[in-house]
């Protein structure tokens, strides 16, 4: 409103309009069962950009265009829900006499563009929007003097025409834009607006392309237009959007209603400065221009504060006294030192009169003090008034108080920088911490350390307790180590169960193995948690800058490699980082990567070990057994790659490729129609579906159960699977699988167990046959193994063997079948002994 003192004369008496007066009456509702399409249908009618949602006499709620884009396109079943299902609730309304300039301060408030206007027993009367402010504001003059591109704040939104209307529509709700230009490869570019999203909720066409539901051509204005002639523009075309363009044509931004308004308090302070000059000049010719004057000050937005060029004040608005809580006759007369805080130093103040006598103006963020003395944030503008002669008359300040803003600025901190359960800084303060530490110890070549904690089992709790329990727990917990650490050293909650802790600078490892078993005894005492006590521990590992790393990446991950080797130490202890340990890690990891890489090239390859009759000596059976020649690595032992396998999860891949090469190598060398035993892992007999699997492979290379053996480890035996484990052996067994006990007598089955399982053969582990017959031990160990499979009528297997006297020892004892280099080794298959081919190359020799 402060434009008003800058309209022609015949303008002065006129009044500025209620709300009432300019709000549109023909509000449009439906029931809150009313479908969406039926709904987008009587607003398309209507030309209203809003429905009300009525309940019997009562509004209850509001589903506006704005409210369009949330929608699931790619869904018609979205359109047919009942608007109550996606209405906004409650109604924003205001009475019927609020000015409009108060109108227009809620609305930039709430960030909404219409309210409900009712009358004085809250009966609604009709809707008022941003372009009914726009339109009928007295602002011509304001707008003749800004030019299109001030009103624009961000580039435009370009969506291609190819692009589907759910694709479109949830872009327009991401960029929270009202509107998007839409591109052709070959056309001039359209537009498209939450209007037109509201004529395809009614037409029921959510199929259609955003090409085809686009208005063309697209209304443009060069961006050194002035507002004026753009709301012109706006007016004739009947339309609310124009793009606007640069000087290379290109489009820089879009302009609507809502910028225009927006825009209108973005120039207040120029709009104020040309008001009291102007207002100087009517009070020589009118006492009338004068108190319209002061009703632009009055109605002003925010608090408005003028000054005489010696600093005192000389009025002030209301605003003002609702603000600082002074009223007009204890603030004029007084300076603005009556609002001081205290919190700024003289240089402050000194720095702010240089910029506001050498420019004219300063603009700034300042702390001030309420007549009850509370502190207060407050975002200030000066203007310096100059006469005719650009002598400085008069000072005028325009603020407002920000305290929310800055309230929902440290929120929005605190969800970046703290951990919202325990308080602590979270991973992303922890490394910016980490690395300011980290140049403070570069530059004063100290010393600096990082603790890397985690609780030892604490899934157990969430587990029987709940999740609420263990967020209880972690409380406590982080409150222990924040009462652990001294001054200037950090805890942070990395997620989870884990935490770390920097210690910006230390002397030698005695103060850091202090700080640790300090944080080890915190957990002495027990946490309480639903009237139980419950006892935590933590594994801490620690690494040391710059021994163990120069960047923040490598101490944490040192730290965290420290932190395992504790708890594989047994838990509830310290470590320090040792590089064997990281090195090892690093083997682990080329070594892991070389696996995975030989299993998706299928580099590994299969060797067989013959089995023999220790009486005739010949051949019986194979066991495939599993080999790997890397480039880098050489050879590599399964004892290592077996295990690291099962623990990746790529145990079934590696023991499919070694069947599908048994299998070829069964098709294209016979293998003497002997059986070929495989090994299981535990992890394929936990699997539901192994057997299935397992079957189908055979039936894909024509091979029969009947010629896989299948060599289970004796740790395949778990009791607390004994049933499980007993059906699915059943299971294979009826398929035709013979199966046996590999490394017998190195784990822990019970006797009565292994009484019950569907098993053909033993096989005796090599240790018991390394020392035969002269340990004692293992001759009686052999023997009993022996006796107890001849009571179970079960076939054995000697592994290991290399000597003569190993193989008459079992012979004589009773064993009938052996395994070792003393017979063969295990050979790729091209070199085995094989019947079929020594009679083949006896053909080939007559030949």
């Known amino acids: ?29 439906c029931t809150p069962d009313t479908p969406l399409q039926d709904a987008a249908e009587m607003m398309q009618q209507h030309q209203v950009s809003c429905i009300l949602v009525r309940q019997q006499r009562d509004i209850i709620g509001i589903w506006t265009e704005a409210d369009a884009r949330k929608l699931d396109y790619s869904s018609a079943q979205s359109f047919r829900q009942p608007i109550k ?23 930039l408030k709430k960030r909404i563009r219409r309210l409900l206007i009712t009358d004085n027993h809250k009966r609604p009367l009709g809707m008022l929007t941003q372009t009914d402010i726009v339109r009928q504001q007295r602002i011509e003059y304001f707008l003749r003097l800004r030019d299109v591109g001030s009103s624009i704040s961000r580039m435009p939104l370009k969506l291609p025409a190819s692009l589907s209307l759910a694709e479109a529509a949830k872009a327009l709700q991401q960029h929270q834009s009202d509107a998007a230009i839409v591109v052709f490869d070959d056309v001039p570019p359209g537009i498209i607006t939450e209007r037109d999203l509201i004529r395809v909720i009614a037409q029921r066409c959510n199929q259609t392309s955003l090409g085809e539901c686009c208005h063309r051509p697209l209304l443009s204005v060069h961006k050194d237009c002035s507002l004026l002639q753009a709301v012109d523009l706006l007016k004739e075309r009947n339309v609310r959007h124009l793009a606007v363009c640069n000087d290379q044509e290109q489009f820089c931004g879009l302009l609507s209603f809502s910028d225009i308004l927006a825009n209108v308090e973005y120039a207040y302070i120029d709009q104020l400065k040309q008001a009291l000059s102007d207002r100087d000049s009517a009070l020589r010719a009118s006492t009338g221009y004068l108190r319209l004057a002061q009703k632009v000050i009055d109605a002003s937005l925010d608090a408005i504060m003028i000054t005489s060029e010696a600093g005192v004040i000389e009025s002030v608005n209301p605003s003002f006294c609702q603000v600082t809580g002074y009223s007009a006759a204890e603030a004029i007369g007084q300076t603005p030192k009556l609002l001081s805080s205290g919190m700024h130093d003289q240089s402050f103040y000194k720095k702010m009169w240089q910029t506001l006598f050498e420019q004219g103006h300063w603009q700034g963020e300042i702390w001030n003090k309420r007549k009850n ?32 803003r800055k309230n929902q600025e440290r929120k929005i901190h605190q969800l970046a920088y703290v951990d919202e359960l325990t308080g602590l800084a979270n991973r992303r303060l922890f490394q910016d911490r980490l690395q300011l530490s980290l140049a403070n110890a570069h530059r004063h070549h100290h010393k600096m350390a990082v603790l890397f904690l985690d609780l030892d089992l604490f899934k157990r709790i969430n587990d029987t307790l709940g999740h609420q329990a263990g967020d209880q727990a972690l409380k406590e917990v982080a409150h222990r180590l924040q009462s652990t650490v001294r001054e200037g050293e950090s805890v942070a909650r990395l997620g989870g169960d884990e935490f770390t802790i920097l210690v910006p600078e230390t002397d030698d490892c005695q103060s850091l193995a202090s700080l640790a078993q300090r944080l080890v005894t915190q957990f002495d005492q027990p946490v309480r948690l ?51 340990t990281g090195q090892q890690t690093a083997d682990e990891l080329k070594l892991e990567q070389a696996l995975r890489h030989a299993l998706t090239h299928r580099q590994l390859q299969v060797y067989y070990q013959p089995k023999i009759d220790l009486h005739t000596s010949s051949v019986i059976g194979f066991e495939a057994l599993v080999r790997w020649q890397h480039a880098q690595f050489g050879k590599i032992s399964p004892e290592r790659f077996i295990p690291l ?19 070829e190598d069964i098709h294209q060398y016979g293998l003497d129609h002997l059986p070929v035993s495989v090994n299981v892992s535990v992890l394929q007999l936990a699997d539901p579906g192994f057997c299935r699997r397992l079957c189908q492979q055979l039936n894909q290379h024509q ?70 017959p002269d340990n004692e031990e293992d001759s009686q160990i052999t023997l009993a193994i022996l006796a107890m499979a001849k009571a179970l009528g079960l076939e054995v297997i000697a592994e290991g063997v290399e000597t003569s006297v190993q193989r008459d020892f079992l012979l004589q004892s009773g064993c009938q079948v052996g395994q070792g280099y003393l017979f063969w080794p295990a050979l790729p298959v091209h070199a085995l002994p094989l019947k079929q081919r020594y009679q083949a190359d006896a053909v080939m020799a007559c030949q």
């Open 1 to 29: 409103m402060m434009a008003d003192l800058l309209f022609p004369q015949q303008f002065v008496d006129s009044y500025e309009p209620t709300v009432a007066q300019l709000a549109n009456r023909n509000l449009i509702t």
């Open 85 to 107: 299902e996606v209405m906004t609730q409650p109604v924003i309304s205001i009475d019927e006499q609020v000015s409009l300039t108060d109108a227009a301060s809620l609305m």
């Open 373 to 404: 003395g509370d502190l207060y944030p407050q975002w200030l503008s000066i203007t310096a008034i100059r006469n005719e002669k650009q002598e400085i008359t008069q000072f005028a300040a325009i603020f407002s108080d920000i305290s929310e």
């Open 530 to 580: 639903k009237g139980q006590d419950f006892f935590l521990t933590t594994s801490i590992g620690i690494s040391q800058y710059p021994k163990d790393g120069k960047s923040a990446e490598q101490l944490i991950k040192h730290a965290d490699l420290a932190m395992y080797e504790a708890k594989n130490a047994g838990r509830n202890q310290y470590c320090f980082y040792q590089s064997e």
């Open 645 to 663: 396998a099962e623990k990746l999860g790529l145990i079934s891949t590696l023991s499919e490729q070694v069947l599908d090469t048994v299998c």
């Open 703 to 772: 091979i029969s159960p009947r010629r896989i053996e299948l060599e289970l480890t004796e740790s395949c035996l778990i009791p607390e699977q004994a049933n499980a484990t007993l059906k699915l052996l059943t299971e294979l067994r009826e398929h035709g699988f013979r199966l046996s006990i590999d490394d017998f007598g190195t784990g822990y089955s019970s006797l009565s167990y292994l009484r019950r399982l569907p098993i053909d053969t033993l096989k005796i582990d090599r240790s018991f046959i390394n020392e035969l």
